[in-house]
């Protein structure tokens, strides 16, 4: 599709705001979902005056992920560039990747051992300050640096989340990032060990699953961070650039260094945001408004009040 639309591309002067509000569907409560109970003046006379319709980001019957629901939202095809959330959470925090390179997203999360087994308690460690989240990765960098000959670097993102990469002597093979994720997504069960699904990446898998163990002897004193689930295994895809693709300068605006790094991928520009308030979005996407043709903006609050079931919040934002 991308071909066909280069050669048909017309330049012009019209603008193009795309704007996510990320985890807008809810369940009713009282008779209402969350949208239903929200006053939406603005919402509703875009819709008076706009078209309406669904978009399915991927296929009918396929709930995706951040990561391929943007790239569907993007106009990319997500079946066949399928992204890890490890490379968008890295490039989202400024990182740069090798083809040596394994990048992967993480959660600090609450345990309870018994005897040695760990039992998830809360997979988000009650959504930490990103400051405590700064001073438990010193923690864990200052004490594992290096398995079996891979290099082991962590970042801390916003909030309870991570980035890990983890560079290898050589390029990682293909499939070498084919590997489970060990996030059980239900509390009260034990974290999954990380398993891939081809030689290769069985390889790789057991790396990974040291450095688990090594991090959470570092980190099991701690009263919630003291686990880290790993999800998203990925190495770095080679994809056409926005404009490329379709002959738009592109720009991004978001607070959260996932969506920044989706974005970051196909060539947008990240734009800085003063703070993490729609109105700081806002402002920007009115400060740099004649510089792009295309604008992804991007809020994420809608999502986290639903993650955290909080009805009131996400109603009232």
């Known amino acids: 599709m991308q071909e066909v639309i280069k050669k048909i591309l017309q330049p012009n002067n019209t603008k193009i705001v795309l704007c996510v509000l990320d985890g807008l569907g809810g369940l009713p409560k009282g ?7 929200a006053t939406t003046p ?5 819709a008076k005056k706009g078209a309406c319709g669904q978009h399915l980001p991927v296929a009918i019957g396929i709930t995706p992920g951040s990561g391929a629901a943007h790239l569907g939202l993007f106009g ?11 490379v968008l959470e890295a490039l989202g925090l400024g990182l740069e990747l090798t083809p040596n390179d394994l990048a992967i997203r993480g959660n600090f999360a609450t345990v309870k051992y018994e005897g040695d087994t760990p039992y998830v308690m809360d997979r988000r460690a009650g959504r930490i300050p990103t400051q405590e989240n700064i001073r438990i990765v010193a923690r864990i960098s200052e004490k594992v640096k290096e398995i079996d000959g891979v290099k082991v670097s962590i970042t801390s993102g916003m909030e309870h989340r991570v980035a890990v990469i983890f560079t290898f002597p050589e390029p990682i093979p293909p499939g070498g990032d084919d590997i489970h994720d060990t996030d ?10 990380p398993k891939g699904n081809n030689p290769q990446a069985a390889k790789v898998a057991k790396v990974i699953e040291k450095f688990i163990n090594q991090a959470a002897k570092v980190i099991r004193d701690e009263e919630r961070a ?10 770095h895809p080679n994809l056409a650039s926005y404009k490329e693709a379709y002959g738009l300068d592109a720009a991004c605006i978001a607070t959260y260094p996932m969506y920044r790094g989706v974005a970051k991928l196909v060539g947008m520009d990240v734009l800085e945001v003063e703070d993490m308030t729609i109105k700081s979005e806002v402002e920007t996407l009115k400060r740099d408004f004649d510089k792009y043709d295309f604008f992804y903006l991007h809020v994420k609050k809608t999502d986290s009040y639903g993650e955290d079931g909080n009805f009131d919040a996400k109603a009232g934002v």
């Open 184 to 193: 059980p997504q239900l509390e009260g069960k034990s974290p999954l060990v």
């Open 226 to 235: 003291n686990y880290l689930l790993l999800r998203g295994f990925a190495v």
């Open 42 to 46: 603005n919402l509703d006379e875009l």
């Open 76 to 86: 990319y095809d997500p079946l066949k560039f399928e992204i890890g959330r490890g």
């Open 31 to 37: 008779g209402k979902t969350e949208l239903e109970a």
